[in-house]
């Protein structure tokens, strides 16, 4: 099925000579099609940034006060759709009859602070509203702002913290809540608080497993995995190991309807601040190297990859980031619209009969986890 190109020739003139060549090349490229379905993997294909406000999902203000370029593939026939703007419309104006008619989307963001502020700036930027609802009764999850839950009017997103890929610590900042049980946690708030479970369950960690090895050597780097350049061998197996017990029992604890999304995580700034993580001297290769065995054992499980690092890679930090770690709302909300346009595609695969395909029927491991439907 060919998808129509958001802005036409405005999206080709608004790229650079050398990308328009790679963007021509591709057009033509056919991606696992199923049932006659083009399935674009959008989180994983190859794209850059636009500076166009006619490509634009929606009117969002970099740190700068210009408007926050807008992430598209290079493939004409893979365009995103601005699909998280009638969200934002809906639930700024609330009852208003001229907003487009979209239908209802649930979203659990497993993950660190990056994937709270998600949910936040969703909240902050459609209502106006700084602070997340309550979600769970973690008290640790609550005081530190890793647990929330943000209701528009068709699209909630809620956030449930991971401490690590650790199955049993040591855990940053004491959240001494191994990742199965917040994984349960999540999922029975969810559908306690909706009487649903999300349509979208995305999963991040690699934050967390650099912060908390960071700690546990006393703060300092030294006599831990992240004084060598190269993570070492047997640290990079057992994580390998335990994310992938972690993401398959998530994928047992939900319908085979849902769309699960392992997320890779931007650099973040390097500083000289000996008590901060982010001092680290091998921050790049670190987080580099986590993002890539996160991708790997995503693929061997059947994830779906939303690939953050290759999006800020081409962006200079001043131009995307909050403060040292944290992307800004620019940013962050292009890759809330990058998930519900991969929801989207997902649904209509499932419902053409692409779901029957050996690629994406999920093969559950039963025995596990807490959703047995």
């Known amino acids: 099925m060919y998808m129509k190109p958001i802005c036409g020739d405005q999206v080709l003139g608004s790229l650079p000579h050398n990308a328009i060549a790679s963007w021509q090349a591709l057009q033509h490229v056919s991606f696992s099609v ?17 500076r ?30 601005p699909l998280l703007g009638p969200y934002l419309q809906a639930a700024a104006h609330p009852g208003e009859e001229s907003i487009p008619v979209v239908r209802p989307v649930n979203v659990l963001l497993l993950g660190d602070s990056i994937d709270f502020r998600v949910a936040r700036h969703l909240c902050n930027i459609s209502k106006h509203e700084e602070h997340l609802e309550k979600f769970t009764d973690d008290p640790i999850g609550q005081e530190h702002n890793m647990t929330g839950i943000c209701r528009t009017p068709k699209l909630i997103v809620a956030k449930q913290h991971i401490s690590s890929a650790s199955l049993e610590g040591p855990y940053w900042w004491n959240m001494n809540f191994p990742p199965l049980n917040s994984i349960t946690t999540g999922l029975k708030a969810f559908q306690a608080d909706e009487g649903v479970l999300p349509d979208i369950v995305s999963f991040a960690t690699n934050y967390w497993d ?35 017990t972690i993401l398959s029992y998530l994928k047992d604890s939900v319908p085979e309807n849902t769309l699960l999304i392992y997320h890779t995580l931007h650099i973040p700034q390097q500083v000289d601040k000996p008590d901060k993580w982010e001092s680290d001297r091998y921050l790049y290769p670190h987080v580099a ?32 980031m909050a403060d040292i770690t944290h992307p800004g709302a620019g940013f962050l909300m292009q890759v809330l619209n990058m998930m519900l346009n991969m929801e989207k595609e997902h649904t209509a695969a499932l419902d053409g009969g692409a779901g029957s395909g050996p690629q994406w029927q999920r093969q559950r491991i039963t025995g596990r986890g807490w959703f047995r439907g």
């Not at 166009?52 to 026939?77: C, H, K, M, N, R």
């Not at 780097?221 to 992938?244: I, K, S």
Request: proline share 7%; hydrophobic share 45%; net charge negative.
């Open 34 to 50: 199923r049932a006659g379905h083009a399935f674009c993997h959008f989180g994983a294909l190859p794209g850059g940034w636009i």
């Open 52 to 81: 166009s406000q006619v490509g634009s999902p929606f009117p969002i203000l970099s740190e700068d006060g210009g408007a926050f370029p807008t992430w598209q593939p290079y493939s004409q026939d893979c365009q995103l759709k």
């Open 210 to 244: 650099i912060a908390a090895l960071f700690e546990a050597g006393g703060f300092k780097f030294e006599g831990t995995p992240l004084e060598h350049q190269v993570l070492p061998e047997e640290w990079l197996r057992d994580w390998t190991a335990n994310l992938t």
């Open 289 to 320: 190297q986590l993002n890539a065995a996160g991708r790997h054992v995503a693929r061997q499980l059947s994830f779906h990859i939303l690939d953050m690092e290759a999006m800020a890679l081409q962006l200079p930090k001043e131009a995307m």
